[in-house]
């Protein structure tokens, strides 16, 4: 089992350029989240997905939008990247009933 | 709203040392309360807590939860260099499948 995959592991932009995150997990999980991690800042929720076809704001939704793709495959897209924008994006999955998530390697993204 | 709160946010001790480590929640709907370490890449699962005064150990790592007052604590004792990290607690609640971390405290073990 690969577990959580992210790609790319690192990307640059220039403010307003539009990009795609993309997460998968191969262990059946309902539940899958994106968060983004500034220094000092912990995780910060962006979008949550509690099973396939849905989708719902987290703390800091605004400048992205997500698609559940399928059970396995949660997007976080930027459509005009901002400086603001640059950090660690983590995907994590979730079992229902369990309470353990398990992380992705993270992107890292600078947006320019 | 919802929040978790961590401290102290950074931590320097010597090697040898023994270190305790705060986390205070509020939230509506408390299901468990987890505590991660985060080196330099992703977080990695620590201990999970849903019953107060029940205490999870793990070699030199303890943890302990108090719902009553809302709050878990990490210990670590005889700490080594290789304890260096970030320690993040997070509470999984039953409402709406959230998972709300708190900022997180930087712990530096000197040699």
């Known amino acids: 089992n690969a577990g959580v995959t992210q790609t790319p592991k690192f990307q640059v932009l220039k403010t307003g350029q539009s990009m795609t995150l993309q997460c998968a997990q191969d262990m059946n999980h309902n539940s899958m989240y994106w968060y983004r991690q500034d220094p000092g800042m912990g995780l910060r929720l962006i979008y949550y997905s509690a099973s396939e076809g849905t989708t719902d704001k987290g703390e800091v939704p605004n400048g992205y939008n997500v698609s559940r793709l399928n059970k396995r495959e949660f997007s976080l897209r930027l459509e005009s990247a901002a400086p603001s924008q640059t950090s660690v994006y983590f995907c994590a999955s979730r079992a229902r009933g369990y309470n353990e998530q398990f992380f992705g390697p993270g992107t890292r993204l600078t947006v320019l | ?111």
């Not at chain 2, 320097?12 to 330099?40: A, I, M, P």
């Not at chain 2, 807590?49 to 709050?71: A, N, P, V």
Request: one cysteine or more; charged letters at 25%.
């Open chain 2, 1 to 111: 709203e919802d929040k978790v709160v961590q401290s102290p946010l950074s931590l320097v001790v010597h090697e040898g040392d023994t270190v305790t480590l705060n986390c205070s929640y509020e939230v509506t709907n408390f299901r468990s309360l987890l505590w991660y370490k985060q080196e330099k890449k992703a977080p990695t699962f620590l201990f999970m807590l849903t019953s107060s005064g029940i205490e999870k150990k793990s070699g030199r790592l303890s943890s302990i939860l108090d719902k009553k007052e809302l709050f878990s604590i990490l210990n670590i004792t005889a700490t080594q260099t290789g304890d260096s990290a970030v320690y993040l607690c997070a509470v999984v609640t039953n409402r709406d499948d959230k998972i709300i971390f708190g900022k997180g405290t930087r712990l530096h073990i000197l040699p």
